[in-house]
């Protein structure tokens, strides 16, 4: 049973004070029944913060879930409440554009462990009225899509028309298409794995040390003594910040370009402007995010492994009637080509219905979230061409 804790409408708007953002409906939605875990524990109750944009049409057949990375959040095509910055995907996501609420019914939920409203690490315990912090349980990426199950129950749906993510949202796309087959009638993996590699498990991990050698982390218990990991956190944010680049990315970006000053200080503050602008993000990066639900989430993006799952990757997907399309990013070396190759080998090798497209750019693993015309426009002609089997009308 799911109750909705509250619920926003947007003011009418004139024609003069039109916005190209989509109208969005927020919610915070309350499920009774125990939501167990692949831990072995259970969560009850638990709740999702979820945006959506768009009708549902009579036949329930034209929802896109939309996934989203580790930072993520359910704003996805909306301005953020705390950052004031675009969506995240509003390049992707409005009026107009390749995700067009006009056509879809667009859910976007904040995961299972985050920190913006879904049940995570700052949220109450119900047990002890405290926020849970460290004694939140430990949560994977198929537990996230498990939560996520449910909330498209609560909306009604048997089957999504397409689940989209990337990164971390890419490995949520995988386990729907895994575990539900049957509810997903089109699967978008972009710049994304079937498991985490264990240079993406070090560069986690070294994240995970900063956060817990602050000594504001206070072995988890922060929230109670009224303070907040600061300095860890932005350090973890840096070292992520880094993975998402690709070197070419950073020397056009930056180069050597000395930061605010005409020669070195011999010092060791920020002389460079790379330096700066890491240092940046770090400090921002803070105002947005909980260090609990890094740890949190980076564990559970740790922890996804279809293969050692399923017993070999083809078996993930053995049957399936899912239409995939996988993307990558030539100069992605987080996840670099070869992991969606490997996916795409193993969608072969059991006849899956699966579309490639590697785009050559030499932005890094940050290119899915940018303005990428070939991403968009394979995109939009994936969508149209399984709206057109679905039998929606564009």
Known sequence: MASVLWEWQPPVMTTAHLSPAPAATRQVIKFDAPLPLESGQSLTPFSLAVTTYGTLNAARSNAILICHALTGDQYVAEKHP?????????????????????????????????????????????????????????????????????????????????????????MQVLSWAAHYPERVFAAIPIATSYRHSAQNIAFHEVGRQAIMADPDWRNGDYPDAGCVPARGLSVARMAAHITYLSEPALHRKFGRTLQDRSAVTFGFDADFQVESYLRYQGAAFVDRFDANSYLYITRAMDYFDLTAEFGGLPKAFAGSQTRFCVLSFSSDW???????????????????????????????????????????AVLGGFLQGCARLRGLTR
Not at 346 to 351: S, Y
Request: some cysteine.
């Open 82 to 170: 705390i950052t004031g910055r675009e969506g995240w995907w509003s390049l992707l996501i409005g009026p107009g554009k390749v995700i067009d609420p006009a056509h879809y019914f667009i859910i976007c939920s904040n995961v299972l462990g985050g920190c913006m409203g879904s049940t995570g690490p700052l949220e109450s315990d119900p047990a002890t009225g405290k926020p849970y912090a460290i004694h939140f349980p430990v949560i994977t990426i198929n537990d996230m899509v498990r939560a996520q199950a449910r909330l498209i129950d609560h909306f009604g749906i048997e089957t999504l028309f397409a689940v989209v993510g990337g990164s971390m949202g890419g």
């Open 334 to 376: 987080l996840f670099p080509t070869a992991e969606s190759r490997a996916l795409v080998h193993a969608l072969n090798a059991v006849a899956a219905n699966v579309s490639f497209c590697e785009i050559e750019t030499d932005r890094g693993h940050d290119a899915f979230l940018l303005d990428e015309p070939e991403m968009f």
